[in-house]
């Protein structure tokens, strides 16, 4: 069965040598799926999603969409009530830096989440009356 027939071509889905920082590859922290897994290694979407939010997020400009996402699906995985968010991770979706920068801001003027910014961290993000 040909990739045309069903199957997926895991190989859109390798990072290139861009993705790397600071040592540490973003295919580290988000793994990606290679067609040996089983269903149960593979990534997944963490829910649910409390879809209110996100079709306010979906109005907004440029990738504010793919942060809220992002934002969500951290949320579910982790305890904190304060999420990290680094460039690595957003890289490894095809997000750089700056957008992530520019779409934390547009998210945050939408009054979705709040932001804590440090010089030389991660942004610390936490999602505003989002079911997480």
């Known amino acids: 069965m040909s ?3 069903g199957q997926t071509d895991w190989s859109l889905f390798d990072l290139p040598n861009s993705a790397k920082t600071d040592g540490v590859v973003a295919d580290d922290l988000i793994k990606v799926p290679t067609p040996k897994q089983s269903p149960r290694q593979r990534p997944f979407f963490a829910g649910p999603v409390d879809m209110e939010w996100l079709a306010q997020a ?6 504010a969409l793919q942060v809220a996402l992002m934002l969500c699906h951290l949320g579910k995985l982790g305890r904190e009530t304060w999420i990290p968010l680094s460039n690595a ?44």
């Open 3 to 5: 990739a045309s027939e």
């Open 58 to 63: 979906a109005k907004l400009p440029g990738v």
């Open 89 to 132: 991770v957003m890289g490894s979706f095809g997000v750089s830096s700056d957008s992530k920068t520019r779409a934390l801001a547009v998210l945050e003027k939408a009054k979705l989440i709040e932001v804590k910014r440090h010089a030389g961290r991660s942004p610390r993000v936490r999602l505003i009356d989002a079911l997480v």
